[in-house]
T-cell receptor, first 118, second 111 residues
Framework: GAVVSQHPSWVICKSGTSVKIECRSLDFQATTMFWYRQFPKKSLMLMAT?????????EQGVEKDKFLINHASLTLSTLTVTSAHPEDSSFYIC??????????????FGQGTRLTVV | SQQGEEDPQALSIQEGENATMNCSYK?????LQWYRQNSGRGLVHLILIRSNEREKHSGRLRVTLDTSKKSSSLLITASRAADTASYFCATDAKGNNRLAFGKGNQVVVIP
């Protein structure tokens, strides 16, 4: 199957700093990528839909100024957690798929990024 | 909001036994997918079943879909220790291109 690479796999940062997470589709073009957040022993919570060449669509309750998303090319989307605080510590996962006729097909996930804010 | 909702259960079974998980959802869907997640890792796609399909097989996996009951089941036959993971269903609701994930089932296969 297709490969989605997410980097870094883990990061520890100081409170107040910003952290950038990259999500790359290595062997296919992804017009749409998704960013999720996952708490321990919980399911994935969709944060936003990243669209190549346009603004991201954020889910209700997700601060767009806090979680900046850029999808500048068909193979790269980035999520920047700005002014991180300990409550932002979580597991962040991206995914990409190539909808066919408006329907989602198999989604390919990055390996996730464990963010710890101290 | 999450559309797919598994029954919130953890399964602990002996190697060789079958494991069954259920998933329910609320809206009309285009398809339903099952994913597997090992601890601290990304998700791996297992199987996709379309809304006009009732049953699908892939290796030791068997998925059923009952659109009248808005439910699906995942059966893993002849489980192995390596099947230990969390399993999530995800629905692709008609009208949007977002996947909604359920709570997940943690399966532990004891060697």
């Amino acid at each position: 199957g297709a490969v989605v690479s997410q980097h870094p796999s883990w990061v520890i940062c100081k409170s107040g700093t910003s952290v950038k997470i990259e999500c790359r589709s290595l062997d296919f073009q992804a017009t749409t990528m998704f960013w999720y957040r996952q708490f321990p022993k919980k399911s994935l919570m969709l944060m936003a839909t990243s669209n190549e060449g346009s603004k991201a669509t954020y889910e209700q309750g997700v601060e767009k100024d806090k979680f900046l998303i850029n999808h500048a090319s068909l193979t790269l989307s980035t999520l920047t957690v700005t002014s991180a605080h300990p409550e932002d510590s979580s597991f962040y996962i991206c995914s990409a798929s190539t909808p066919i006729q408006g329907m989602n097909t198999e989604a390919f996930f990055g390996q996730g990024t464990r963010l710890t804010v101290v | 909001s999450q559309q797919g909702e598994e029954d919130p259960q953890a399964l602990s079974i002996q190697e060789g036994e079958n494991a069954t998980m259920n998933c329910s959802y609320k809206t009309s869907i285009n398809n339903l997918q099952w994913y597997r997640q090992n601890s601290g890792r990304g998700l791996v796609h297992l199987i996709l079943i379309r809304s006009n399909e009732r049953e699908k097989h892939s290796g030791r996996l068997r998925v059923t879909l009952d659109t009248s009951k808005k439910s699906s089941s995942l059966l893993i036959t002849a489980s192995r220790a390596a099947d230990t993971a969390s399993y999530f269903c995800a629905t692709d609701a008609k009208g949007n291109n977002r996947l909604a994930f359920g709570k997940g089932n943690q399966v532990v296969v004891i060697p």
